[in-house]
């Protein structure tokens, strides 16, 4: 079988726009299999599909700069989240009497039930040993 020459420049520019492995096989007329072999035996391939990706996630950055430079909260939020590590922070406050006295297991000893709604959250079993008043845990 002839061994198939790839423009390495052309390459580049695909995956400038962060293609699937599929979408890169199809753009250069080849098969999946090819392309996979390319990456995995030709590092001048494998190279030019990183200089690629990597361009291309700059470009993708330099957009979201600009958008959020523009005012984009959704964007501000995001950059704010992934480079200066900030976080979005829900503070609990529970107030009423206590009528029963319970302890809760440690987090390792337990699985939170996974809800989709609050009300089913609301509604499920709590993960918790009930303390009797008597000592009993029966």
């Known amino acids: 079988m002839e061994k198939i020459t ?20 199809v753009a250069l007329n080849v098969s999946l299999r090819t392309v996979h072999n390319y990456l ?8 030019a599909t990183t200089r690629g ?9 330099r957009w979201q700069m600009r ?9 501000l939020i995001f950059l704010g989240k992934n480079h200066l590590g ?4 829900v503070d ?24 989709s709604t609050i009300p089913e959250a609301i509604t499920s079993d709590l993960p918790y040993e009930e303390i009797r008043p008597n000592g009993s845990n029966h």
């Open 6 to 25: 790839f423009d390495l420049r052309l390459v580049e520019n695909i995956c400038k726009l962060m293609p699937t492995w599929e979408e890169l096989a």
């Open 53 to 61: 990706f990597e361009k291309g996630k700059m470009r993708l950055r």
């Open 40 to 47: 995995a035996n030709d590092p001048e391939f494998k190279d």
């Open 67 to 75: 958008a959020a430079q523009k005012g984009s909260a959704a964007l």
């Open 86 to 89: 900030q976080k979005y922070q």
């Open 92 to 115: 609990q406050v529970v107030t009423g009497t206590m009528t029963q006295a319970f302890t809760l297991k440690a987090p390792h000893e337990y699985r939170i039930p996974q809800a």
